[in-house]
T-cell receptor, first 112, second 113 residues
């Protein structure tokens, strides 16, 4: 079966650093995506990892270890606007289908 | 910017009605998808299409059908709406040229009474 796990909820303080973990067990692996979704809005793309290591993009970084089936999203210098759900998604197969499998999402609340 | 447009933001329908959800994308993407999103269950794939007139079942296709007559348009059809189809429906598109990153529409919140 296909399984993607991430914590349901997290709370952090404005200005701090938070790490959101994602573990996956899928029939194959051809890339991992992180999306941000504010309440009542569509998910928007944050990052993409297909090779092991850290990808940094401003205040956000994403890490992947394929051997461990593990990724994390790191958010630095948290701002109130970072309060949102963060969705981890895996593309299990290559080819022209683009099908992604999503985790349940982690709702992050940033407090002053 | 890629734009994925869903025809309705909110819909209220009655049990047994036939419901059409429309989605249009303007970036010539090959792939289009319909997901539903429910609290505690995340996004679940209903159907997807990787070419005109092509469709494939996702993880939860029961009670739904789709139509892709033109590359830019992907329609989701609920043949006979039921209360357990009350959900947020999200359309998305992607392309090999963008690493198959999904671009989502704003969603349609469907309530079936």
């Amino acid at each position: 079966g296909q399984n993607i796990d991430q914590p349901t909820e997290m709370t952090a303080t404005e200005g701090a650093i938070v790490q959101i973990n994602c573990t996956y067990q899928t029939s194959g692996f051809n890339g991992l995506f992180w999306y941000q979704q504010h309440a009542g809005e569509a998910p928007t793309f944050l990052s993409y990892n297909v090779l092991d290591g850290l990808e940094e993009k401003g205040r956000f970084s994403s890490f992947l270890s394929r051997s461990k089936g593990y990724s994390y999203l790191l958010l630095k210098e948290l701002q109130m606007k970072d309060s949102a759900s963060y969705l981890c998604a895996v593309r299990p197969h290559s080819g022209n289908t683009g099908k992604l499998i999503f985790g349940q999402g982690t709702t992050l609340q940033v407090k002053p | 910017d890629v734009k994925v447009t869903q025809s309705s933001r909110y819909l209220v329908k009655r049990t047994g009605e036939k419901v059409f959800l429309e989605c249009v994308q303007d970036m010539d993407h090959e792939n289009m998808f319909w997901y539903r999103q429910d609290p505690g269950l995340g996004l679940r794939l209903i159907y997807f299409s990787y070419d005109v007139k092509m469709k494939e079942k996702g993880d939860i296709p029961e009670g739904y059908s789709v139509s892709r007559e033109k590359k830019e348009r992907f329609s989701l059809i609920l043949e006979s709406a039921s209360t357990n189809q009350t959900s947020m429906y999200l359309c998305a598109s992607s392309s090999l040229t963008t690493n198959e990153k999904l671009f989502f529409g704003s969603g349609t919140q469907l309530s079936v009474l």
